[in-house]
């Protein structure tokens, strides 16, 4: 069984700011993916960003950006220049792809990202 | 767009009763998913299924059923609703053959059992 760690339940920065949210994950399992998740006042999951464990490349999608450290297993997430847009619960997420995908996502407890004016 | 319909945002039932959470996704994708979201726990997984009529246990499957007779539909069923599955309840589908895993979320039924 894997588990995913976010030690941070709130953050909360000045819009235009860089913020970055740290997850930790625990596994044994050496093929999976790692995914954020955002889930605005609206309840609508998104997905943000996601990461093969076998690409040391770290992905990235606009403003999004993922710090994956796969010795350390941890997984940030750094958001630059952040608007009001992004207030929302993040949640890191785990996929152990040993069951093709199958198998469901195992999700960090969130930490909720408030963007100031 | 990938579309994942929950029959209903708010839901009140008593205890005891027998409740249904329906799911329907337009995509023609084989996995299927129900998770349970609360406060400080985040999203837990309860069942999922990888086909039509198979189901698989998740993390907490306790108190609930499910059912999944069409490709397009995967029903969650709380046999005898109790005061603490009191809960948000999201389902989610994704694709089984090799690709970027994503799964695809409905908006959520908020659940009260009183």
């Known amino acids: 069984a894997q588990t995913v760690t976010q030690s941070q339940p709130e953050m909360s920065v000045q819009e235009a700011e860089t913020v970055t949210l740290s997850c930790t994950y625990d596994?044994?399992?050496?093929?999976?993916?790692l995914f954020w998740y955002k889930q605005p006042p609206s309840r609508q999951m998104i997905l943000v960003i996601r990461?093969?464990?076998?690409?040391?490349q770290n992905a990235t999608e606009n403003r999004f950006s993922v710090n994956f450290q796969k010795a350390a297993k941890s997984f940030s997430l750094k958001i630059s220049d952040s608007q009001l847009g992004d207030t929302a619960m993040y949640f890191c997420?785990?996929?152990?792809?040993?069951?093709?995908?199958?198998?469901?996502?195992?999700f960090g407890k969130g930490t909720h990202l408030i963007i100031q004016p | 767009d990938v579309k994942v319909t929950q029959s209903s945002r708010y839901l009140v039932k008593r205890t005891g009763e027998k409740v249904f959470l329906e799911c329907v996704q337009d995509?023609?994708?084989?996995?299927m998913f129900w998770y349970r979201q609360d406060p400080g726990l985040g999203l837990r997984l309860i069942y999922f299924?990888?086909?039509?009529?198979?189901?698989e246990k998740g993390d907490i499957p306790e108190g609930y059923s499910v059912s999944r007779e069409k490709k397009e539909r995967f029903s969650l069923i709380l046999e005898s609703a109790s005061t603490n599955q009191t809960s948000m309840y999201l389902c989610?589908?994704?694709?089984?053959?090799?690709?970027?895993?994503?799964?695809?979320f409905g908006p959520g039924t908020r659940l009260t059992v009183t």
């Open positions: 596994t044994s399992e050496s093929n999976y993916y």
């Open positions: 990461q093969e464990a076998y690409k040391q």
């Open positions: 299924s990888y086909d039509v009529k198979m189901k």
């Open positions: 995509m023609d994708h084989e996995n």
């Open positions: 997420a785990f996929m152990n792809l040993s069951g093709g995908g199958a198998d469901g996502l195992t």
């Open positions: 989610a589908s994704s694709l089984a053959q090799l690709t970027s895993y994503e799964q695809y």
